[in-house]
Structures are given as C-alpha cells and as structure tokens.
C-alpha cells in the first residue's frame, strides 16, 4: 500500500498528499509528493508525515477534510488565498476518497492543491475592464448601479445621497459634424469638468454614449442634490474648444433620492425619466413618483391602444358643421372616440398624443380615413342619391411627414366610390412648420385628388401668413379659444375679425369652433363667418345619429 501510494502521488503533476485520521480521530498526513512540499510551505500549512492538522493556518481546510473522512458525501472543494494584495497565492483544494487503511480499516482520501493565483488575477483583470469605461476611465453603468447598490445598503432607509443622470445635449450633431474623434475628445474634456464640480466622496462614472451619472452625499440635506445639478452647469457654461472652433454644449440633469429600498437599475431608470423632463423645461428636474406614474399609464394607453385599433373598439363619431346663414348642415366632422372596457371613455386629448408619440396614428388615421368616407358612401346608398354633404378628416402631423397621405386618401376615395369633393382634410399649422416643403407637395398632392383643405385651430401655432398664400388652402378654422371669449372680450372679437378680413382677401371659407351658445352663433354669422360647429348646435354623434340630425334641420 505504501508504495502504490507513493507511486500515485508522484505520477500526479500537481501537489498532493493522502490524508487520514488516527486512532483518536485526529488528521494525519499520510504520505506526500514534492509539490505538496513547496506549495505548503509557501502558504504556511502543516505538512509534516505522521504530524496533525491541529496547528494548520487554515483551520477550514482542516474541517472540510475531517468531514468529509466521516462521510466521503459532503463537501469536497474549498477555495481559500494565502496573503494579501498583490502578492496573494489563490488555490483549490479537492478531495477524492481513497480505499482504507486495510490493517487498521481507517478512512483516507487523496488531497490535491491546485494553484489558481493566474486564473484568479486574469478574473480580476477582466472583471476590472468590464467595469471601466475605455475611453474615459471611469466607472461605466455596471460599476457605477453596484456601488449605488452598496451605498443603498448602507443608508439603511436613510435619504443621505442622490442619483444624478448628466446628458449631454447636441452631442450627435457635433459627433456627425466634426467626427468621431473631435467628439471622443469632447466627451474626454466632459468628464474631467465634471470631476471638476464634485466634491470629496461623490462617485463619477460613464453610464451611455453621452450620458454620466453621479451618486452625490447629502451631508447637507436634499438640497445638496440642486446644488451639484448647479455646480456641473457652472463648470458647462464655458464653451469647450475642438479644434478652431469653441462650442457651447449644456446639458440635461435628472435628479433621483435614495430613500432606501429601491432596486439600484429602478434608481438609476428614475434619473433617466427625470432627464426627460429636465429637457422639456430646461433646468434640473428631481423625480417625481406621480409624473412617472402618468407616464406608465401613457404606455398602458400605448399598448392598449394599439390593442383595441386591432379589435376595432375605436369608433367614429360625427360633430356636425353647420352653415351659418341657412341653418342646414352642410358636413360633419370626424371623431375618434375610445370606450375602453374597464376604464371607461378615455379623452382623445389623452390617447392622440400618445398615439402620435408611439407612430400609432398613421394605424389610427388610415383607419379613420376609410372609415368616415365609407360611413359618407353608406349615407348615399341608405338615401339612394348623393347626399348634399362632405366629412371632415383630421390629419396628424406626423402623417404628414411619415405617411403617403395622398397615397392614403386616394385608396379610400376609390374603395368607398366617392368623389374627392365630398372630403375635407384638416391640418394643424404644425405639419407646415415642421417640413414646408413636403407640406407643399403634400398639400398640392390633397388638391389634385379635388379634396377641400382646412387649416385647423388657426391662430395657435407658429407659421408665417406667407405659407397662406402659397399653400392651396381653402378653409381657415378659427380655434375655440378665441370664439369662446367673444361675447366678454374685445380682444378675442378682434382676432377674429382680423381672421375673418384675411380669409376673405386670400379667397378662402371660414369654419368657426367652439359655438356653444346661439348669441354667438348669430354674432358669427353676422360677422361673415361662413360655417360651425359647437355644442350648441351638437355635440359629436354615433353615423345614424349624425344623419338623422342632418335631416332634422333640413329645410324642405
């Protein structure tokens, strides 16, 4: 037996040894090869034939191996390190059993030494390159969520430190512009800025392409938090130079508390959301849970949405337009209305917009499209004759710039039957100002289908008078704003007054919206306004609805 062990041992090219225990179930080394030798008396273990483990530095390693002589079923690894910093040896320690000792029937097993000091350096090494930012050195976002993870466990609940998220603005123009090595170089100089304006114990790290983020200590309270959100402004408002050139670059800073118990990522994902809005009001913003909560419930409507367009659970609805000198209707206006199933009616004033921001709208305005001209072709066909009438289609400016709204509108002129003259396209003065020349061409594209084009709530937005007579629009449709306040202010009888002078020099018809009572209905009418709508003449109504009111004010 000891020479089959002493053969095993050296035909292994790797330290061991075989251990067992005495007579008083003490550990024993056995036997072992030169290798064993070397790497214990590095590490300072005992290894000494026939002496005990007793005394051995690493008195886990003395436990693993004694359980596992008593039961060859538990445990048989331990890694453990000998030494600190640089200079540390790491190893592994296997067991593996070995038959008895067949004189005395003691347990034994085969211990072995596996030096792991390069794989664990290695592991480190790439460990340490997975958490820095090459090009700037810092931490990058995994680095940079574990400390604030720490950092969170520390507070205990406590709101001593906050997340800031820095975005740097404008910084892919100047990237496409001046090159990918002008904006390395800038993004270089951001860092070393913001370094600049932190104090002792704030941690900096590169969390995206243009992105840092902060973890600030409240030593003085929340407001500490605003005052490094200032101090990193200060420090930007000096305008960087690349090359020749000097650039001003600002930046977007969003503000998250710890106040303990929040997910690291979810911390971070707060600052983010309050960027956005830093950006929108262009000063630091701190998160706020009711604002983010809104936003979860934009995305809710989002999916949804999106949802009830496939089960077709939108509908139309038809306000009409009233000719104000006969009293007749002489079209309708089409609505899109959402009865959601649990949440009852949601406003088009909250789903629009999300509708716009998500691209659903180019889903949502196709379908209103055909949707309202074949409502329009039914009227005809249930009348058995054209009916003396048009319907009124809103188009989005996102259509205008994303869509093939001519394209669009003639597929639904031509599924439905109808003329072009039987429709009328409204658009807002924002799908003009956004891209005038593609408004042009989309608007021309409109007129050649023969549809009548109406500039929706006029009055409100940015353009020039100069896009009113260049572009081929028939209607002007004064905003409710100012009808709404005519019969109190002179300054809204003015507007549109001067609305009302305007079309009639460039040609044009006049819709007004928002008549809600019958003395301004008739001040209106007086004034030379051509049609409305109002809720004192209806308010939006389900297709046979609709034509049953356009025969109510026929006059026969």
Known sequence: MPGDDGALLAALPIAA????????????????????????????????IGGDFRDCTHLNIAQLMQAFLADFNNPSELDFSDGEGVGARHYRIKLAPLPGDQV?????????????????????????????????GLPNRLAFTEQVELIGEADKGRCEHAVLVVDMLRFSRINESMGGLAGDELLITFARRLISALRGGDVLARTGGNEFGVLVSLRRGAGAALAAAARIQEVMATPFKLSDLEIRVDCAIGIAMMHGGEDAEELFRNAQFAVKQAKQVGRPQVYEPKEASMARRRFSIETELRRALDRDEVKLFYQPLIDLKSGEVAGFEALARWNHADRGEISPTEFI?????????????????HRA?????????????????????????????????AGMVASALKASGLKGNRLSLELTESSIVQDPARATRVFEALKALDATVAMDDFGTGYS?????????????????????????????????????????ALGMSTTAEGIETVEL?????????????????????????????????RRT
């Open 104 to 136: 005395r029937g003691r347990p034994r097993c085969l211990v072995c030494l596996v030096d792991r000091t390069i794989e664990v350096q290695a592991d480190r090494a790439l460990r340490a390159e997975m958490l820095r930012d090459s090009l700037t």
């Open 17 to 48: 040894a075989i251990v067992g225990l005495t007579s008083k179930g003490i550990l024993k080394l056995i036997d072992r090869n030169g290798r064993f030798d070397e790497v214990t008396a590095l590490t300072g273990s005992a290894a000494m």
């Open 521 to 553: 209905a008739t001040t209106l009418a007086t004034l030379g306004c051509a049609s409305g709508q109002g809720y004192y003449f209806a308010k939006p109504l389900e297709a046979d609805a609709a034509v049953d009111y356009w025969r109510s004010r």
């Open 464 to 504: 020039s008078l100069a896009y009113l007579q260049r572009l081929p629009i028939d209607v002007l449709k004064i905003d409710r704003s100012f009808v709404t306040g005519m019969m109190v202010d002179p300054d809204s009888v003015a507007i549109v007054r001067a609305v009302l002078s305007l079309a009639e």
């Open 353 to 369: 917009p999300v509708a716009e921001e998500s691209g659903l709208i180019l889903q949502l305005g196709q379908w209103a499209m």
């Open 373 to 405: 001209v074949e409502t329009l072709a039914g009227w005809d066909k249930q009348a058995k004759t054209k009916l003396p009438l048009y319907v009124a289609v809103n188009l989005s400016a996102i259509q205008v710039a994303r869509d093939d709204v």
